[in-house]
């Protein structure tokens, strides 16, 4: 017996039919979404507001271990559109990946008291 697997499209297809046609799609040069890679550090405050006030100007190094030093900007053609982002967080977790904190609710102009 065949399993019918619902398409996106609505239409029902056999496992066979789905693999067909996902190679077919690769044929044609279907490629898997694009991925950015993205550097995480921690800054001082005054260098974050900088960065703030110009994040076009941000440049970062590192030393390879051969002592060479490469020096880049962030990639402002990536494929996702990844921006340069400054935020403060107070807790990391285990890996050392900042935890954000939600700040809560909607914000809206919305005052009950001035229909009194």
Do not use: C
Request: zero cysteines.
């Amino acid at each position: 017996m065949m399993t019918q697997i619902p398409d996106v499209g609505g239409e029902a297809l056999t496992l066979e039919e789905r693999k067909r046609r996902l190679y077919e799609r690769i044929a044609k040069g279907y490629a898997l979404p694009p991925k950015a890679d993205v550097v995480v550090v921690p800054v001082s405050g005054g260098f974050a507001e900088k960065v703030r006030a110009n994040p076009e100007g941000l440049r970062l190094s590192v030393r390879g271990g051969d002592g060479v030093t490469t020096i880049e900007r962030p990639n402002a053609r990536n494929d996702l559109h990844v921006k340069v982002l400054t935020d403060r967080v107070e807790k990391v977790d285990a890996n050392g990946r900042p935890i954000w904190e939600p700040t809560g609710g909607a914000e809206h102009e919305y005052n009950p008291l001035d229909r009194l």
